[in-house]
């Protein structure tokens, strides 16, 4: 296994090992690390039995959702060291309604909200927490929209570790904010400051090498979020539909999965490969702009606003990989819909008995605004990552119910 920076090409410096490089999260050239590990020797058929077995363990690391597919997150991991909370295992559902609503043929939605935390951070929370633990730390740090704050602290908990949380003093949900606090996180708020400035902060390991950072930037959390296509292509024996789409804010999710498709592929689990929708709110839609540009670089939005809290980020720190990984390698597609077509998407959802909070809507909306311009086809199949509980925004229940 090897930490490549995903710019420049380059290694974290040797006299970093130990202690310290495990909380490398940063290349010197400002680029994020990637964990490129070499599978030739993987052998599929193999590992789908073993994978198929790992199903009726109880109580072992194993019946994970995510590590059951340790050999394909993280191999090298004692198993003494995975800090886990039986994350994943979350529901994959074809409600008839929904399927209407967006216009497909065939449509699944995948219930991350039904993790231990109540959305899909904690899918990749587990693998970096487990390696943070494995090295030593006794000090964990995240900036955060809100779901990345309440796993950390959950799993810091776990292991009666200090959790630090940089939160946005605005627009994040207040049940977020609470979960977190009630798990021992510190509150260290973000004066004046959104996501983006929390990001900056942290970037150099906020400062000090003993605090771990946890944020997407964290290679280990893009190896644990992989599992929620594994566990998708896994219930679905390996046969995965046309289209997969996922709300886009950090672009985190977006990189794993593309990740996750890539190596699937490669190896033979699938024989052919699924395309990525990504979807951002309009107010919050620089990677959007950047696709359908078609420009180079990405131009941060500097005041993102949106209902949808968990995707208000103007300066996603993943875009490279997220544009690499996930639209170029599967001829990937984004959109950006309104906060009202979020809501309206979320009400449905909602009210199939699945329940999300309004970011997790956007898959749905979008792919209904895709469907509509003919981009994704009315024959054609697709999963929506449904990425947060009903419970985490309850204001934004207030306003649609109280
Ligand atoms: C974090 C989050 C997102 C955004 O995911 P990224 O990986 O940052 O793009 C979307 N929805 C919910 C509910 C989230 O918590
Ligand atoms: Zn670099």
């Known amino acids: 296994?090897?930490?490549?920076?995903?710019?420049?090409?380059?290694?974290?410096?040797?006299?970093?090992?130990?202690?310290?490089a495990a909380g490398t999260v940063m290349c010197a050239c400002g680029g994020l690390f990637d964990i490129v590990r070499?599978?030739?020797?993987?052998d599929a058929e193999r590992l789908k039995r073993t994978f198929d077995a790992r199903l009726a363990e109880r109580l072992s690391p194993y019946a994970s959702g995510v590590w059951r597919y340790k050999e394909l997150i993280y191999p090298e991991l004692p198993e003494a060291s995975i800090v886990t909370k039986y994350e994943g295992n979350t529901g994959l559902y074809r409600p008839d309604n929904v399927r209407s609503y967006a216009g497909v043929r065939e449509l699944w939605l995948k219930a991350l909200s039904e993790n231990p935390s109540g959305s899909f951070k904690d899918n990749g929370m587990t693998v970096a927490v487990?390696?943070?633990h494995a090295h030593g730390h006794r000090a964990f740090a995240c900036a955060s929209t809100?779901?990345?704050?309440?796993?950390l602290a959950m799993y810091g908990a776990l292991i009666d570790a200090q959790t630090y949380v940089y939160l946005p003093e605005e627009g994040v949900s207040r049940d977020k904010l609470l979960q977190a606090l009630a798990y021992g996180a510190r509150l260290v708020p973000l004066a004046g400051g959104n996501y983006d400035a929390g990001i900056r902060l942290l970037g150099a390991n906020g400062g000090s090498p003993d605090l771990y950072v946890c944020n997407s930037i964290n290679p280990y959390r893009i190896e644990g979020q992989k599992s929620i296509v594994f566990e998708i292509a896994h219930t679905l024996q390996w046969r995965l539909p046309d289209w997969i789409v996922l709300p886009g804010g950090a672009l985190s999710n977006a990189t794993a999965a593309g990740?996750?498709?890539?190596?699937?592929?490669?190896?033979?689990?699938?024989?052919?490969?699924?395309?990525?929708?990504?979807?951002?709110?309009?107010?919050?839609?620089?990677?959007?702009?950047?696709?359908e540009q078609g420009t180079a670089q990405l131009t941060p939005e500097p005041r993102p606003r949106t209902a949808a809290s968990a995707l208000n980020i103007g300066n996603?720190?993943?875009?490279?990989?997220?544009?690499?990984?996930?639209?170029?390698?599967?001829?990937?597609?984004?959109?950006?819909?309104?906060?009202?077509?979020i809501m309206d998407a979320k009400a449905v959802v909602d009210r199939c008995?699945?329940?999300?909070?309004?970011?997790?809507?956007?898959?749905?909306?979008?792919?209904?605004?895709?469907?509509?311009?003919?981009?994704v086809g009315a024959e054609e199949t697709a999963v929506c990552l449904l990425t947060g509980h009903l419970l985490k925004d309850t204001a934004a229940l207030q306003r649609a119910y109280g």
């Open 316 to 341: 996603p720190p993943s875009w490279k990989k997220a544009l690499r990984l996930a639209i170029e390698a599967t001829n990937g597609v984004t959109a950006a819909v309104s906060d009202d077509e």
């Open 38 to 42: 070499d599978h030739r020797a993987t």
């Open 259 to 291: 990740k996750a498709l890539r190596e699937l592929y490669a190896l033979g689990f699938i024989d052919r490969l699924p395309r990525i929708a990504i979807i951002q709110a309009e107010g919050a839609a620089p990677f959007h702009r950047l696709v």
């Open 1 to 20: 296994m090897k930490l490549i920076c995903f710019d420049c090409g380059g290694e974290p410096p040797a006299a970093e090992r130990g202690k310290a």
């Open 353 to 375: 008995g699945i329940g999300c909070e309004p970011a997790a809507a956007a898959s749905l909306a979008g792919l209904r605004k895709l469907v509509a311009a003919g981009v």
């Open 146 to 151: 809100g779901n990345t704050a309440a796993s």
């Open 130 to 132: 487990s390696h943070g």
